[in-house]
């Protein structure tokens, strides 16, 4: 009987934006590439983290293992290693949380990447992954000879080592999960029975909704939507002040005691119906989306539930006493859907 599996991208979907950064500065802690940045590349970097994959970003990653020729294979593993060091940091929050629930429910979860194997792998390993579906340099003799082992994995070159894996491994595909950011990695997602398409370029954030797949972003809770890269919590912040607020009279003392960045937890009194506004305006002084913990009943009701889960809020079933799957939405996640 065949099993099931989570294939996710690497580069703005498990991670934050780009790893191309992180690895050159391994490649060059290691003395595989000069000190100095070849000409162009933070702009194709920041182009990547900007729209997604591209064409020359591509070109150039196609060209790596014919620079490669030479290169000692357990030197570019050193250089993985260091550069897990530094992406680890990067992987998205919720991205921990769907690979934990994928492999609950007995899936292989894989990451798939255009990125090389040996400077991929070790961050596979330190995420408890089953698998890498990456592209694999030549090598002999304990050298890189300069040429690819099988398809590059990008656009359907990521399908075919896909199906690859699959057969090898015994997974079907109709019964699997792919996770993308990229136009290009359509024929893969088209190819699984349940594509989700995660902090989408413009390209796939066009398509996603006529194709029906659904959508989400791995650094925000489950059902919270961006628009233009920013949630709803952002856009109103500017509009959270006191002197908004009729027939009440507000000041707000010591935020500044809040950390712009890194994890938070403030605890407010509850004493009325009127408290979840005294602290957002906090919240709002501080100028950072907060996440906010609620009874079920709220997360249920019609419409009011869609707009707590939009804006950060967080399902609770109070009765249980702890922290259980059973209180948390199925496969931890809940995608927007544009139709």
């Given at each position: 009987?065949?099993?099931?599996?989570?294939?996710f991208?690497?580069?703005r979907t498990?991670l934050?934006?780009?790893s191309?950064?992180a690895i050159?500065?391994?490649?060059?802690?290691?003395?595989?590439?000069?000190?100095r940045?070849?000409p162009?590349?933070s702009?194709?970097?920041?182009?990547?983290?900007?729209?997604?994959?591209n064409?020359?970003s591509?070109?150039?990653?196609?060209q790596?293992?014919?620079?490669?020729?030479?290169?000692s294979?357990a030197?570019?593993?050193?250089?993985?290693?260091?550069?897990a060091?530094?992406?680890?940091?990067?992987?998205?929050?919720?991205?921990r949380i769907?690979i934990?629930g994928?492999?609950?429910?007995?899936?292989?979860?894989?990451?798939?990447t255009t990125?090389?194997?040996p400077?991929v792998?070790?961050?596979?390993?330190?995420?408890?992954l089953d698998?890498?579906?990456a592209?694999?340099?030549?090598?002999a003799?304990g050298q890189?000879?300069?040429g690819?082992?099988?398809?590059?994995?990008?656009?359907?070159g990521k399908?075919?080592?896909?199906?690859?894996?699959?057969?090898?491994a015994?997974?079907d595909?109709?019964?699997?999960?792919?996770?993308?950011?990229?136009w290009?990695?359509m024929?893969?997602?088209?190819?699984?029975?349940?594509?989700?398409?995660?902090n989408?370029?413009p390209r796939l954030?066009?398509?996603?909704?006529?194709?029906?797949?659904?959508?989400?972003?791995?650094d925000?809770?489950?059902?919270?939507?961006?628009?233009a890269?920013?949630?709803?919590q952002?856009?109103?912040?500017?509009?959270v002040?006191p002197?908004?607020?009729p027939?009440?009279?507000?000041?707000?003392h010591?935020?500044e005691?809040?950390?712009?960045?890194?994890?938070?937890?403030?605890?407010a009194?509850h004493?009325?119906?009127?408290?979840?506004l005294?602290?957002g305006m906090?919240?709002?002084?501080?100028?950072r989306?907060?996440r906010?913990?609620g009874?079920?009943e709220?997360?249920?009701?019609p419409?009011?539930?869609?707009?707590?889960r939009?804006m950060?809020?967080?399902r609770?079933?109070?009765?249980t006493g702890?922290?259980?799957?059973?209180?948390?939405?199925?496969?931890?996640?809940?995608p927007?859907?544009w139709?």
């Amino acid at each position: 009987m065949s099993g099931s599996a989570a294939f996710f991208d690497l580069d703005r979907t498990l991670l934050r934006g780009a790893s191309g950064p992180a690895i050159s500065r391994a490649l060059r802690s290691v003395g595989l590439l000069p000190d100095r940045s070849i000409p162009g590349e933070s702009l194709l970097f920041g182009l990547f983290d900007l729209i997604g994959e591209n064409r020359p970003s591509m070109m150039v990653a196609r060209q790596m293992a014919r620079a490669a020729a030479g290169w000692s294979t357990a030197e570019v593993a050193r250089a993985g290693e260091m550069a897990a060091d530094e992406l680890e940091p990067l992987v998205q929050p919720y991205a921990r949380i769907l690979i934990d629930g994928h492999h609950a429910e007995g899936r292989k979860v894989v990451v798939a990447t255009t990125t090389p194997e040996p400077l991929v792998a070790p961050l596979a390993r330190r995420l408890g992954l089953d698998g890498v579906v990456a592209t694999r340099w030549t090598a002999a003799d304990g050298q890189f000879a300069g040429g690819i082992d099988g398809p590059f994995v990008w656009s359907k070159g990521k399908l075919e080592a896909v199906r690859i894996f699959a057969e090898a491994a015994d997974v079907d595909l109709a019964a699997s999960y792919a996770y993308s950011d990229s136009w290009y990695d359509m024929p893969l997602l088209g190819a699984v029975g349940h594509p989700v398409v995660v902090n989408p370029d413009p390209r796939l954030a066009l398509m996603a909704p006529l194709r029906r797949w659904p959508m989400t972003w791995l650094d925000v809770p489950p059902g919270v939507p961006k628009l233009a890269g920013l949630e709803p919590q952002r856009f109103l912040l500017p509009f959270v002040r006191p002197g908004l607020i009729p027939y009440a009279r507000l000041s707000v003392h010591g935020a500044e005691h809040v950390p712009l960045d890194g994890p938070v937890i403030l605890v407010a009194n509850h004493r009325s119906y009127f408290d979840p506004l005294a602290v957002g305006m906090a919240v709002s002084q501080v100028g950072r989306p907060a996440r906010f913990l609620g009874k079920k009943e709220v997360f249920d009701a019609p419409v009011v539930g869609d707009v707590a889960r939009a804006m950060g809020g967080i399902r609770v079933e109070r009765g249980t006493g702890s922290i259980s799957r059973s209180t948390l939405p199925p496969m931890l996640w809940r995608p927007v859907r544009w139709w």
